[in-house]
């Protein structure tokens, strides 16, 4: 065996909650951000961000990312507010995004629609690129997608309901639609040189549209460079040295590390494995990685969104890739009461929301190793 396949394979997580006051009502974190290490304030003011580092285990991961968000958590109870694991504030007219140069430039490119992602609050996992594996495990993840629906945890928009996993929607199907190759998944990549080229003509295309809509051309080359200029699910980041998926939904920090434990399994069992394209089926064992051809993929990633767990085909195609299906409880299903919910019912759904995080963090079992 050789010395890196000994190694262990480092993962991150970065989660985002929205605060609320004790009426439900949504409130910038304020103090919250001196709670604990890896909170930070996010582009719209009622939401907070709390990022774990790099961890070898998933004990590690676990027990750093359930530390940090139970110091803000107990900070929260002090001051009468509390976080919210909902994919969307379920119903909330307007929120006010915190000044910056980075947003100023993105509302000019994505123009009105970029209120949708106002809207949004998800979990960024981050695993270690595996030497000479990077395309492989870019490509596996993007395959690996439509396990987005394994934690959908919101299906309203502003009061309506708007699919299984609204957030997704709001991303894919709406703030990006008018941005060209913005928002979506991107096809599988050959080599990472492909890849590179992928995102140089992207930055070119962003250069173009902030320029075309008034933007001074330093001010966008001081905020943004190609791996930052562009929003698509699966992403290589040079940066981190990383593989990051982008497309899961705020949850339970306990569903989200074992999401992270899933996607680093995939990662360990590449190291002795093949990975190849092949069919519509897809499958993940101990002698191959089977990826599925990219409009199956596809395919997969519009029921996650539109229907979650509750389409057979995709629960069928989520065991084969190693998920574990039932060991996850997406929130969408269990809060889904219609068409439509009210803002009394919203900060309701708010504040019960709060007090399950609290419940799964503050009240967790002992943490049990790899």
């Known amino acids: 065996m050789s010395s890196h396949q000994s ?12 605060v609320i006051d004790d009426e439900g009502r949504l409130v910038e974190p304020g103090e919250l951000l001196d709670a604990s290490a890896g909170a930070e304030e996010e582009f719209v003011e009622p939401l907070i961000e709390i990022k774990t580092t790099p961890c070898e285990t998933t004990a590690e991961l676990r027990a750093e990312l359930f530390e940090r968000v139970g110091a803000v958590l107990r900070r929260a109870d002090e001051l009468d507010r509390g976080l919210v694991p909902l994919a969307t504030p379920v119903y909330q007219d307007e929120i006010p995004e915190r000044e910056s140069e980075r947003t100023h430039i993105q509302n000019a490119v994505v123009g009105e629609d970029f209120e949708y992602v106002r809207h949004c609050a998800g979990t960024h996992i981050h695993v270690e690129q595996q030497p000479g594996r990077a395309i492989d495990q870019l490509n596996a993840f993007i395959a690996l997608d439509p396990a987005l629906a394994l934690v959908n945890s919101s299906p309203y928009f502003q009061g309506r309901r708007l699919a299984a996993g609204a957030r997704s929607k709001l991303y894919r199907w709406m703030a990006y639609d008018d941005v060209p190759h913005q928002g979506r998944l ?37 905020s943004f460079d190609p791996e930052s200029a562009v929003w698509t699910p699966v992403q290589l980041r040079e940066e981190f040295g990383t593989v990051e998926w982008r497309s899961p ?25 093949e990975v190849r394209i092949q069919g519509d089926g897809g499958r993940v064992d101990g002698e191959d990685i089977v990826l599925p051809e990219f409009d199956a993929v596809i395919g997969y990633v519009n029921a996650a969104i539109r229907d979650g767990l509750a389409d057979p085909d995709l629960q069928a195609y989520l065991e084969r890739m190693g998920f574990d299906v039932d060991a996850y409880e997406p929130v969408s299903p269990a809060i889904d009461s219609g068409r439509t919910i009210s803002p009394e019912a919203a900060r309701q759904l708010r504040l019960e929301q709060a007090e399950r995080l609290e419940r799964d963090v503050l009240q967790a079992d002992p943490i049990r190793g790899d």
């Open 186 to 222: 991107w096809t599988y990549a050959d080599d990472t040189d492909e890849w590179t080229r992928r995102l140089e003509r992207r930055y070119e295309e962003f250069l173009t549209a902030a320029t075309d809509a008034g933007v001074d051309r330093r001010a966008i080359a001081s």
């Open 7 to 18: 190694e262990p394979i480092r993962r991150s997580i970065e989660v985002e909650y929205w």
């Open 249 to 273: 939904d705020t949850a339970l920090p306990g569903q989200v590390v074992r999401l992270a434990d899933d996607l680093a399994g995939v990662v360990e069992r590449m190291r002795d494995a």
